[in-house]
């Protein structure tokens, strides 16, 4: 089975400075990896995906996340903390022993922006 | 623009009744749809996958009498909670898959739909 622990339930920086989401992924196959943000009373939106093809991924709004294979980690980053990143973030991962597409997702990580 | 519409974006009714949600893929033909049911504060549970023109596979646990999933056209997959009971409040997203299907193309999600049950 595949699995997604995600390290703290909330995280909490100043404005401008480096966000850091925790993902640890667990999986008997190479995994697909995908970060995803939820803002209040709304669905998830897509930051960013790994397929394989390059181990630094960029996403939007500034973000990137890095496949670490011998960590079995997939942290997400930005340099600099806007107001407008406060909102709830999911790590999820798929891969064909679960069906095409079939998403488990971690707990999900609350950032807060302090200005 | 959105690619997933999801409607009604939030419902309350009394206890008994049944309640349908809308999710329409709006920029292409998705033979594949699914549901989630998400508790304040927690993350997102798959409930059920629903194939165009066959029966929806539900996962382990869900109700499949009491979550009546449709998925009559290729543009659309409907949600009913039948019987609806204060239990069953929850924040319902579906998504659907892009492109191919595949493990690497990610899911688009709708906005939810918040349903509260009196």
């Known amino acids: 089975a595949q699995s997604v622990t995600q390290l703290g339930s909330h995280v909490s920086v100043s404005e401008g400075a480096l966000v850091l989401l925790r993902c640890n992924y667990s999986s008997s196959v190479p995994p697909y990896l995908f970060w995803y943000v939820q803002y209040p009373n709304q669905g998830l939106q897509l930051l960013l995906k790994y397929t394989s093809a390059a181990t630094l991924v960029k996403g939007i709004n500034g973000f990137e996340a890095e496949f670490k294979k011998s960590e079995t980690s997939f942290h997400l980053t930005k340099p600099s903390a806007h107001m407008s990143d406060a909102a709830e973030y999911f790590c999820?991962?798929?891969?064909?022993?679960?069906?095409?597409?079939?998403?488990?997702f971690g707990q999900g990580t609350r950032l807060t922006i302090n200005p | 623009g959105a690619v997933v519409s999801q409607h009604p974006s939030w419902v309350i009714c009394k206890s008994g009744t049944s309640v349908k949600i809308e999710c329409r893929s709006l920029?292409?033909?998705?033979?594949?749809m699914f549901w989630y049911r998400q508790f304040p504060k927690q993350s997102l549970m798959l409930m059920a996958t629903?194939?165009?023109?066959?029966?929806?596979?539900?996962e382990q646990g869900v109700e499949k009498d009491k979550f009546l999933i449709n998925h009559a056209s290729l543009t659309l997959s409907t949600l009913t909670v039948t019987s609806a009971h204060p239990e069953d409040s929850s924040f319902y997203i579906c998504?659907?898959?892009?492109?191919?299907?595949?493990?690497?193309?990610?899911?688009?999600f709708g906005d939810g739909t918040r349903l509260s049950i009196l």
């Open positions: 999820a991962v798929s891969g064909a022993i679960q069906g095409a597409q079939k998403l488990v």
């Open positions: 998504s659907t898959g892009t492109g191919s299907i595949s493990p690497s193309n990610p899911q688009h």
């Open positions: 920029d292409f033909q998705a033979t594949t």
């Open positions: 629903s194939n165009e023109g066959s029966k929806a596979t539900y």
